[in-house]
């Protein structure tokens, strides 16, 4: 991964925490369960994962969506992704491993 190829990950995560009181561990684990159910664009947790990874190491983290985070800073949300990533990470979190027939294929699309 190069870049910021992290970033459309990193915004549809924020999105979903858009309305939420606090970025705290709960929402952590509502978050990494629910991407590793319904993963974004079809990528695998192993996948989501490394972007989560990539996104807490680059050197400034940027989103699409910043006033709607009601003054979350960037320590904030950089620590919130490494937990979201932990939880995609840890085997206790009742995701399934990466591979075919997983339920992890991502949504079907229309055509």
Do not use: H
Not at 12 to 18: N, P, R, S
Not at 65 to 79: H, S
């Amino acid at each position: 991964m190069t870049g910021d190829s992290w970033r459309g990950l990193v915004n549809g995560i924020l999105y979903m925490v858009i309305f939420s009181s606090g970025l705290d561990d709960i929402e952590a684990d509502r978050v990494a369960r629910y991407i590793g159910e319904r993963p974004f664009g079809g990528m695998t947790a192993g996948q989501q994962r490394e972007l989560l990874s990539a996104a807490v190491r680059a050197p400034r983290l940027a989103w699409d969506i910043d006033g709607a985070l009601g003054g979350r800073g960037e320590d904030e949300v950089r620590g919130f992704l490494r937990k979201v990533a932990e939880r995609l990470s840890s085997a206790g979190s009742g995701l399934q491993p990466d591979g075919p027939g997983n339920g992890q294929d991502g949504p079907e699309v229309a055509s």
